[in-house]
């Protein structure tokens, strides 16, 4: 089912015809000299997410994104380079698969959902309060509320910050501190602490005019079962479009499943990202 789901995704991402190229990010607001425009491209920041974690980005007033998160479960580091090949570099096995929407309902200000195939549903409302400029960095609000089991069983709110540093046109850094509460997602077990407190930090580098490469790692204090969650990858933008592969020492997309920590630092696992911007 949820590879039907993941098809049917992509389908929807690149259906109709391609999105026409948006004007240069200096492009302004009409009227408005000094106001960039948030329908133009923003080569440092091209996308709403890094791999993991959210950017500083925002979207128009009344206009949308989608995207696609895919993870195979199959560990890189599981048995053999013949196992491995056999299996078709991970690509024959199982993944975890996400579905996420997004929309501006006001300018500045977002809100979406994203959903699992583990059956874990996360919301958010993400606010933009200083532009770069204003001041040295770039600052969002964000607010989380996550369920498991369709967002019936073991609820992880968290709310935080995104802090964001462009380097002119060639990519940008990023911070996220941010409060996780009741990450541990197995209610029966009764620890004394049940709460995270991550520290992300991420970055995407422009390396040719529409090729990034995006990292991230993200340390935790308090409740931090398995390794610290890392990722890197490589991403291309065509359009509205943006197409990432990219290699996690685990399979979460959600705040509290990143806030969990991976599966090992020696655990890899390829996946991908694809999202699709309707504005």
């Known amino acids: 089912m949820t590879q ?13 015809s391609p999105a026409p190229s948006a004007p240069a990010a200096s492009a302004t607001v009409q009227g408005q000299a000094d106001q ?4 133009a491209v923003n080569p440092s920041q091209p996308d709403f997410t890094i791999i993991g974690l959210p950017t500083t980005l925002k979207i128009p007033k009344f206009a949308s994104a989608f995207r696609v998160t895919h993870r195979f479960t199959r560990s890189l580091g599981a048995g053999d380079f013949s196992d491995l090949a056999s299996d078709f570099f991970g690509f024959d096995g199982g993944a975890q698969i996400g579905l ?20 874990t549903m996360q919301f958010f409302l993400q606010q933009h309060l200083i532009d770069q400029g204003e001041s040295p960095i770039g600052v969002d609000v ?3 509320a996550e369920g498991t089991n369709n967002f019936r069983d073991s609820y992880s709110p968290g709310i935080g910050a995104v802090l964001s540093r462009t380097i002119g046109r060639h990519g940008a850094f990023y911070a996220h501190p941010i409060f996780i509460n009741n990450t541990n997602a197995l209610p029966s077990d009764s620890l004394d602490e049940n709460n995270t407190f991550i520290l992300g930090l991420g970055g995407r580098l422009r390396v040719r005019p529409t090729v990034y490469l995006v990292g991230e790692v993200i340390p935790r204090f308090g409740y931090t079962p398995d390794s610290t969650h890392a990722s890197f990858g490589i991403e291309k933008r065509a359009g509205g479009h943006s197409f990432q592969i990219n290699f996690s020492n685990g399979f979460g997309t959600t705040m509290s499943q990143l806030a969990r920590g991976g599966q090992g630092n020696d655990t890899w696992f390829i996946g991908f990202n694809i999202s699709r911007k309707f504005f």
Do not use: K, N
């Open 142 to 144: 964000i607010a989380i």
């Open 4 to 16: 039907l789901l993941a098809t049917a995704a992509l389908v929807f991402l690149t259906a109709g």
């Open 100 to 119: 996420e929407y997004r929309f501006g309902i006001m300018a500045g200000t977002q809100i979406g959902i994203h959903r699992t195939s583990d059956r």
């Open 36 to 39: 960039p425009s948030d329908r």
